[in-house]
């Protein structure tokens, strides 16, 4: 995939809601995961607002998936405060939270993407249940409808409708990840982590699956934290971006300016290992 | 004489203490799913030694024990735990539904309606209504802790998308009490609407997942369904052909290799109870042939 500067992002940034815009989503200040001796991630902070894109880029073993995963109450951390604002505008300490109203937060205003789409689906029911599942967990009872609803999000991820009562494992990789995606997307949500949602994605499919996100990211006005070691996956997607190394993070900003002018040796490195075609 | 050997109801007092504290507490919290030490019985697991040790536990000498295997007091399964509390208990057993102050029984719920005093004690292979979506038991745990019932909605959505209808036909999920979600055991979905408002005192035993259940007498308990697609029970196009009772659940009997059939009722005690003529009726002598 070509890095040129000229990617047509401009759309997606320009799409973030003017409501709340200017108060952050998420708010993470010295969050560290320690395990045992070894860091996970060291005095992390952060915050997203509503509409924006974040990327975790990093080699592996940079603890990338560590943060996203004390972000998204996967993981407790060792130390640090995460706060989001709830709907009803009230900011919230996610680690104060009961259990019941984080999965609440989890099932509802939130999506989790997975890398592979088995960890994220329900692989033994159909892709119709697949993506009814949240809107039965909240409460809803009206198998019409349920079912209406999960087509309108199928064809909206490019599956056809008449897959509806497939098995994801009858689904192609590309398939079950867009499937993962509606699955989420269905209670529309504010805030979706993604953990390198084109990993193990051939490079076509993955193009394919990028542009889709776009569009998603755009059209709904989704705040995204995506943790992706692919640096075009950021350009494409992201509008900030954070480089960590070592647990920690030593450079963040607008992701043209990190892609295009690295200030770390590190990020220069990492962008120069770009295989070029 | 073998029996002399053993303490009253075969299980020792201790370990009867211990289940009636299981069945206190299951009754205090209607349809949720205590733990217990289950004991290895002298019968297989799936059996019914949940349910043998359910009614151990709460048999007095006074009881009046009745047992049923899919409606019948005749079959392997109710002859033989019949024989176990005659031998271990020497309490008196019937198979006159009214007559009995015990119930066991495995996967039916007696036609004749039950009454205030008695106890049905069910056999219960798999407790969890949830396994079947979700393997792990802390989850299904933590999602009777936090109400997360949508999953259940999962399954019966699945069974329409795939069939046009709720397939599901027996062990049919329930929601006891406005509270917890329960697997009534592999009941036909007929018996559902007994369970509602139930004059008697319901408890389930599981033994090899070691779980007991309750329901305590005018419990509400109330079949999960859809708004569009109503939960209902089976319905029989024919009445039982050999007591002519409709509105009762029937079983589906062979007669021949040619296609013969008859559909009669399952539960044996209503059957002979309701039967009009003796037992030189024509269909009768055809039901005997067939066994």
Known sequence: MSL???????????????????????????????????????????????????????????GKTTLLNCLATRLTPTSGVVEYRMRDGS??????????????????????????????????VSAGANVGERLMAVGARHYGKLRSE?????????????????????????????????????????LIFMDEPTGGLDVSVQARLLDLLRQLVADLGLAVVIVTHDLA????????????????????????RILDDPREPYTQLLVSSILQV | MISAAYNFAYLDEQTKRMIRRAILKAVAIPGYQVPFASR????????????V??????????????????????????????GFFEKTARVRTTTATAEATVIQTRHRIPEEPLTAGQILVYQVPIPEPLRFLEPRETETRKMHALTEYGLMHV???????????????????VHVAGRY???????????????????????????????????????????????????????????????????VYLDEVILDDRGGRMFVCSDTDYCTSHRPSGPDDQSAAEWENAR
């Not at chain 1, 494409?236 to 480089?243: D, I, P, Q, T």
């Not at chain 2, 290895?40 to 349910?51: A, F």
Request: glycine share 10%.
């Open chain 2, 181 to 247: 979600v329960m697997d009534p055991s592999p009941i036909p979905k007929f018996d559902n609407p007994k369970m509602n408002d139930c004059e008697a005192l319901q408890l389930f035993g599981a033994g090899r997942e070691k779980r007991i259940y309750a329901i305590p007498p005018h419990t509400e308990v109330v079949s999960l369904d859809f708004e569009d697609h109503p939960f209902r029970v089976q319905e029989f196009a024919e009445p039982c052909a050999l007591c002519g009772s409709t509105g």
């Open chain 1, 233 to 256: 996956v950021a350009r494409l997607l992201s509008h900030r971006m954070m480089v960590m190394k070592g647990g920690e993070v030593i450079e963040e900003g607008l992701t043209d």
């Open chain 1, 150 to 190: 999960a087509e309108r999000w199928l064809e909206r991820v490019e599956i056809p409708a008449s897959r509806i009562d497939d098995d994801p494992r009858a689904f192609s990789g590309g398939m079950r990840q867009r499937l993962q995606i509606a699955r989420n997307l269905v209670t529309g949500p504010r």
């Open chain 1, 4 to 62: 040129a500067p000229e990617t047509g992002l401009d759309t997606a940034k320009g799409a973030a809601p003017a409501a709340d815009a200017d108060l952050p989503l998420l708010r993470v200040s010295g969050l560290s995961k320690f395990y045992g001796d070894r860091v996970g991630c060291r005095d992390v902070s952060l915050a997203v607002w509503p509409g924006e894109v974040l990327a975790i880029a990093g080699e592996s073993g940079s």
């Open chain 1, 91 to 124: 900011v919230r300490d996610l680690y104060r939270l009961s259990e019941a109203e984080q999965r609440l937060l989890m099932r509802t205003d939130w999506g989790f993407v997975h890398q592979n789409p088995i960890d994220g689906l329900r692989m033994n």
């Open chain 2, 155 to 173: 399954k019966l959505y699945e069974d329409i998308a795939r069939h046009g209808h709720i397939a599901t036909t027996y062990a049919y999920p």
């Open chain 2, 53 to 82: 040790q359910v009614t151990a536990a709460v048999l007095g000498p006074d009881d009046v024990l009745k047992v049923i295997d899919q409606g019948a007091d005749d079959t392997t399964n109710a002859v033989a735990i019949r």
């Open chain 2, 40 to 51: 290895e019985m002298p019968m297989p697991y799936g059996w019914g030694t949940g349910g």
